[in-house]
Every structure is written in structure tokens, then in C-alpha cells.
């Protein structure tokens, strides 16, 4: 049995596939010690499980802000030596990052203490942190076609974002009953992932109405700490009483988006991962001011293999009309779920556990050689 640091938190993009490769590496024996931040999104999800082990981790975004970037400098310099404390205490034989804020401190603590290091970068960008940290990794997993100059092509694995073992498509009929939503017509979904849309749900509330005298329910999930609605109802003429819902998170995701006829979200790749699992057809809105720009570029893939359409978000005017298009449109729909289904890659966590038990073995053979008394001993 080895022991594997996965450090992975701060958005539920990094937090969730985590969560799903120590799943797997759990059922093979191992011992998984999950590293998270501070940050209410990630305390509201390890709640679901009680039977894994989660380190809360100190930690601060990049900023070139003066306040934020004196912060982060603190807030670095504190990481840096809790992570060298949690490495002599945890003793780990392999350190998984995912990226984010997180990462760095612990990963290159890590290699000071001469104990691998695999990188998982999700995004079709791959961010600046990832970038500086792939030079110390022993493997590192992109996205299929993404390559970084300056890294070895036999460190670079390629490799999908794993899903928890949870995360399975449902009956509609069934995720609508599980997430209270008491409609037999049309459902849209709004979300913009973890952190919620501002933007996005401002034109849901907009819109509302709108929509309900076309038969169409709302759901959209905000975002924690977001003040809107929590429901609305309105009187139509041709289909009589048309709800919607406005919900700050949501713990059950795959029924939130099996309910759905079509999704408006953002384009992280968390959010696109699970929008794929589930065959919905969805409009992938790009966070404008995400760095560098990695949103578009993930969005663009997806649009590129014809599985979702793409809208900046100075063009959320024109997404009314495209709502209403691919809702009542079935050939396009069909098409967008047809070729969803050809990018959806079910194996990837336990493709991605079969990667890190190599590094491990690599290791566990280095230590136990080094143990052994030379001849003339």
C-alpha cells in the first residue's frame, strides 16, 4: 500500500476530480490523504465524504494587486512551511496535484524532499502556475492534442478529467423528482460552476418570464453567497403554471443537469466534463476575464467537435433566441448529444491510477534498493 497526497482544492473544478482519482486509488489499497483550501465550496462538498481524509491547507490566488499580492507572498511563505511539515508527518510516497493555488507550495516542498510528483492540467490552456511546475513533475497529464514547449514528450501523458464514481446520467424523470423541479415540459439549466455567473444570472432572471410563456422552467444555480430569488412563478396563458428555481449549490449535480433539455454555463473544464458525462446539450458561455483566456480555449474545442454551441458574454443578447432555437429544434439537438457521446471518456480515473501506480512502483523499487546492504557490507 502506498500513500498519495492529492492537493486539489479551491474550485470545485480542481476539488471534484481529486475526489474521483482517490476514490480509485482507495479501492486498489492505497492511502489517500486529500489536500483542500479554506474555502466554503470546498467545506461544503468533502461533507459528502466522511470516509475520506481531508487536510485543510493555507492558501492565497496570484494577484498583481498590491494588497493581494503582498497576500499572497504571506500566504505562500506560510503554505511553504505547512507543507513541510504535512510531508514529514504524512511521509507520502507520491504527490498529485491539480493545479490552482495550492499546488506550488506543496509540490515543490515535495520535490526538495525528493518525492515524485505528477501534474494534472484540465484546461486546453494550461495556466502559468502548471506551466512552472511541469518542469518538476515526473508525469504530466493534458488534454489530448495540448503539449507544452520546454517538457519532455515522455513526461506528457494525455488524459480527460475524472469524474467521481457518482457521477452517472439519470432519468430525467427521476433527476427531476430528486431536485424538486415538479415539471413535464421543457427545462433549462443556468450555472456557472462553483462559484456561480453573475452575468449569467442576471439574464436568467430576466428572462424568466420570458421563457415561461414559451413552456419553459428555469433552474439556475447561482453561486454561494449570491443574493437573488429562490423561486418564481408565473401565470401563462397556453401552459398554465410555469416555475422557476434559483438554488446556491447544489451537492448532486449529475441530476441537476440529467433534468435538463439544454444548459447555459460556463466553460470551465469541470463544468464541461460533466455536461459531456450526462449528454446535454448545452451553450458554454467563456468567463471573459478567466486567465489566460483558458475558458474560450475549452470552449472552442467542444464547438469545434460539434457538441455544444459557444457565446461570448458580450453576446448574451442573442442567447434568448438561441435558447429557444435548439429547445424546439430535435435535429440539432440530436446531433449536439450524438457527438457528446463520442467525447465522453468513462476509464479516465482508472487510466490516470494505472499512471501513478507506475510512478509509485518506480519509487517504491528506488527505496527499497537503496535499503538493501551493499556487498561488501
Not at 506551466?131 to 515522455?154: C, D, E, H, Y
Request: hydrophobic fraction near 45%; charge should be positive.
Amino acid at each position: 500500500m502506498a500513500k498519495i497526497l492529492i492537493v486539489c482544492g479551491g474550485t470545485g473544478g480542481h476539488l471534484t476530480p481529486g475526489i474521483a482519482i482517490a476514490e480509485e486509488l482507495t479501492l486498489r489499497g492505497h492511502r489517500c490523504f486529500i489536500v483542500v483550501s479554506r474555502k466554503k465550496v470546498d467545506a461544503r462538498l468533502i461533507q459528502n465524504y466522511p470516509n475520506m481524509e481531508f487536510i485543510e491547507a493555507p492558501g492565497a490566488p496570484f494577484s498583481w494587486s498590491p494588497v493581494a499580492l503582498v497576500r499572497f507572498i504571506w500566504v505562500q511563505i506560510s503554505a511553504f512551511i505547512f507543507a513541510l511539515r504535512l510531508l514529514s508527518q504524512k511521509t507520502p510516497d507520491l504527490i498529485m496535484g491539480f493545479g490552482g493555488f495550492l499546488t506550488a507550495g506543496i509540490a515543490l516542498s515535495g520535490c526538495m524532499k525528493g518525492i515524485p510528483f505528477a501534474l494534472h492540467e484540465a484546461n486546453r490552456v494550461v495556466g502559468r502556475s502548471n506551466r512552472l511546475l511541469s518542469r518538476f513533475a515526473k508525469k504530466v497529464f493534458l488534454p489530448k492534442g495540448v503539449l507544452l514547449p520546454g517538457v519532455r514528450r515522455t513526461k506528457i501523458h494525455f488524459a480527460g478529467l475524472p469524474l467521481r464514481k457518482e457521477f452517472v446520467p439519470m432519468t430525467q424523470e427521476a433527476s427531476r423528482e430528486l431536485i424538486g423541479v415538479q415539471s413535464a415540459g421543457k427545462l433549462l439549466v443556468v450555472f456557472g460552476g462553483s462559484q456561480g455567473a453573475g452575468s449569467l444570472n442576471h439574464w436568467a432572471e430576466n428572462n424568466a418570464e420570458a421563457l415561461a410563456d414559451r413552456g419553459i422552467s428555469l433552474y439556475c444555480l447561482v453561486g454561494m453567497n449570491k443574493d437573488l430569488l429562490t423561486e418564481t412563478c408565473f401565470e401563462t396563458a397556453s401552459f398554465g403554471l410555469i416555475k422557476s428555481w434559483y438554488v446556491p449549490f447544489s451537492d448532486n449535480m449529475p441530476a441537476v443537469l440529467s433534468a435538463a433539455d439544454l444548459v447555459v454555463s460556463r466553460a470551465g473544464a469541470g463544468s464541461i466534463g460533466e455536461i459531456i458525462r450526462c449528454r446535454v446539450p448545452s451553450v458554454l458561455i467563456p468567463y471573459p476575464f478567466a486567465r489566460d483566456d483558458h475558458q474560450s480555449a475549452n470552449a472552442e474545442y467542444v464547438a469545434l467537435m460539434d457538441a455544444a454551441r459557444v457565446l461570448e458574454d458580450s453576446q448574451l443578447d442573442s442567447l434568448f433566441e438561441l435558447v429557444i432555437r435548439l429547445l424546439f429544434e430535435q435535429f440539432e439537438i440530436k446531433i449536439l448529444k450524438k457527438n457528446l457521446n463520442s467525447l465522453d471518456l468513462p476509464e479516465e480515473a482508472i487510466l490516470l491510477a494505472d499512471a501513478l501506480e507506475d510512478l509509485i512502483s518506480v519509487k517504491l523499487k528506488r527505496s527499497a534498493a537503496a535499503t538493501l546492504p551493499s556487498r561488501e557490507a
